[in-house]
């Protein structure tokens, strides 16, 4: 929906709920848009960004399977004198 800023002064309240609600609302200044209203995304607390990354971590270990130690995957290119091949 787009309302041009003059009209929008007397509907302001009405507009903001719209937009809360997820409706496109462009406010328009002669005839172009010129803004355009968003609901703010609400920031998750230390809390629940700790429980995710826990999550995230613990999903990530569960996943991982035992193999090699990565520090000497690459030994095969050197030879015993510590050059390559």
Known sequence: MQVSVSD??????????????????ILTRHGH???RLVPIKPVPDLAARRALLEAVRSA??????PGENAARSQDFLYGDDGLPR
Do not use: Y
């Not at 929008?8 to 609302?25: I, M, N, S, Y």
């Not at 990530?60 to 399977?65: D, I, M, V």
């Open 8 to 25: 929008a002064k007397g509907q302001l309240t009405d507009l903001v709920r719209r937009a809360e609600a997820g409706d496109e609302v």
């Open 33 to 35: 848009a010129a803004v």
């Open 60 to 65: 990530a270990r569960a996943k991982a399977t």
